[in-house]
């Protein structure tokens, strides 16, 4: 039987390397220039998500935030949440430059808004329940062109905020990123967000920095979902 992987222990194992060859350039000057603060492409489904996953790896990393979410169905939601992004991560650059917080700035690219390709993907997978092979299949989708686009700015690492949700199959994302990985020829961050009190912390967060939180996840089938929930 194989053994349970633990995804932020080894997310751990990574940013000690990190921190490691930080800590040389700090007490040597001379390889300041050898030893480069790694890049990375972090896909997010949304601010509140990525309030934590941005305060926690914003010291380790030069972030790209790419917001790509074609699985939101109304173009409403999506303008209302991309707006919510921006907003944070703006807050949080104005922390960094004032000297306020720790971490190197972060940037962000939106991609494009493309609901069809959820829909063309969701075909025959309509009544499926929250958390099964559509959201497999959505997983896919957004964390591919992420790794499209993490391969021709040629990032060190990517990954995704979603491993943040207990709503999300952390396992799972990190397969799909893994085998992506494999496939483009780029390195996946393996992650699972919600440890260490990850998800707890974004409720905060989005407290602290009043963040619009959705109670779906964006495509119209988790959201018919959610009112029947809601209604029972």
Not at 123 to 137: D, I, N
Not at 159 to 168: C, F, H
Request: charged letters at 30%; hydrophobic letters at 35%; glycine letters at 4%.
């Amino acid at each position: 039987m194989n053994a349970v992987r633990n995804y932020q222990k080894e997310l751990e194992k990574i940013l000690d390397k990190i921190c490691c060859s930080q800590t040389a350039v700090a007490e040597d000057k001379a390889i300041s220039e050898v030893v480069q603060v790694p890049t990375l492409f972090l896909h997010s489904c949304c601010a509140p998500c990525s309030s934590y996953v941005l305060e926690y790896l914003r010291t380790f990393f030069k972030i790209t935030v790419f917001y790509y979410n074609p699985n939101i169905s109304m173009e409403e939601e999506y303008r209302k949440r991309v707006i919510e992004q921006k907003r944070l991560i703006a807050a949080y650059n104005n922390m960094i430059a004032n000297g306020q917080a720790k971490g190197y700035p972060i940037d962000i690219i939106e991609g494009d808004y493309e609901p069809e390709k959820f829909f063309q993907m969701a075909k025959g997978m309509e009544q499926c329940p929250e958390g099964g092979e559509r959201c497999f299949a959505c997983y896919e989708l957004r964390l591919r062109e992420t790794a499209k686009w993490a391969l021709n700015g040629k990032y060190d690492f990517f990954t995704t905020t979603l491993t943040i949700s207990p709503l999300k199959n952390a396992k799972k994302l990190n397969e799909i990123g893994e085998a992506l990985a494999q496939e483009y020829g780029i390195t996946w961050l393996p992650s699972d967000f919600k440890k260490k009190n990850g998800y707890k912390r974004s409720i905060e967060l989005s407290a602290e920095y009043d963040l619009y939180r959705q109670n779906y996840c964006g495509c119209v089938y988790s959201k018919v979902q959610r009112e029947q929930e809601k209604a029972r």
